[in-house]
């Protein structure tokens, strides 16, 4: 079975521009989470998806927004680019059938705003 | 508020000996616990796991314990191996909060060979 995949693997884009990146979930999996990975703050969660709609939310600006797709597959997009939007952004997928749910990471798309 | 904490920025271990990563955490609402292992440029790969009925949990090499009481699991490694040399972070989720894991800031094992 095919793992979590995430395009594109690398980014480089302006301050101001905007930004989409997409996750593929594992087969079967309805559940995907986005978190982002800064030296400064660790790993950090951004939302959930499930079932096209999202399920909770982290601590970040408007600007990060995401959707969930009728085949589980999700886009996060970031508006207005800031220097501090660079990072690594994971999504995680879960079978989710209900409690104790493991959850499997792609490899991340890294962006980086000049 | 870091509510998952990782107090040991590295740890560093002989071939074929123990490894021991350790982590606490505050909030006693947590019912269920992650390992991930983490490479460098790639993502988190999924260890093991508990769920706070259980106080141990094995698979393989690897075991993790958790003490409800003192709000701390570790994570155990025999024998470690030097393909085990990787940022370990252990990651926490609650009920009613869906799949949201709160993660600790990481620990780096080194298995010196």
């Known amino acids: 079975k095919a793992g979590v995949t995430q395009t594109p693997r690398y980014l480089i884009k302006t301050r101001g521009q905007q930004v989409t990146l997409s996750c593929s979930p594992i087969s079967g999996h309805r559940s995907v989470s986005w978190y982002q990975q800064t030296p400064g703050q660790g790993l950090q969660f951004l939302f959930e998806y499930f079932s096209e709609t999202q399920r909770n939310k982290g601590n970040f600006p408007g600007r990060f927004s995401g959707r969930q797709f009728s085949n589980s597959r999700s886009e996060m997009n970031v508006s207005t680019l800031e220097l501090g939007d660079s990072a690594l952004y994971l999504c995680?997928?879960?079978?989710?059938?209900?409690?104790?749910?493991?959850?499997?990471f792609g490899p991340g798309t890294r962006l980086t705003v000049l | 508020d870091q509510q998952v904490k990782q107090n040991s920025p590295s740890l560093s271990v002989q071939e074929g000996r123990i490894s021991i990563l350790n982590c606490d955490y505050t909030n006693s609402m947590f019912d269920y616990f992650l390992w991930y292992k983490k490479y460098p440029a790639e993502g988190p790969t999924f260890l093991i796991s508990i769920s706070s009925i259980k106080d141990k949990n094995e698979d393989g090499r690897f075991t993790v314990f958790l003490n409800k009481s003192a709000k701390h699991l570790s994570l155990h490694i025999v024998p470690s191996q030097p393909g085990d040399s990787a940022v370990y972070f252990c990651a926490a989720s609650r009920p009613n909060y869906g799949n949201k894991l709160v993660f600790g800031a990481g620990t780096i094992l080194r298995v010196k060979s």
């Open positions: 995680a997928s879960s079978l989710d059938r209900g409690s104790y749910n493991e959850q499997f």
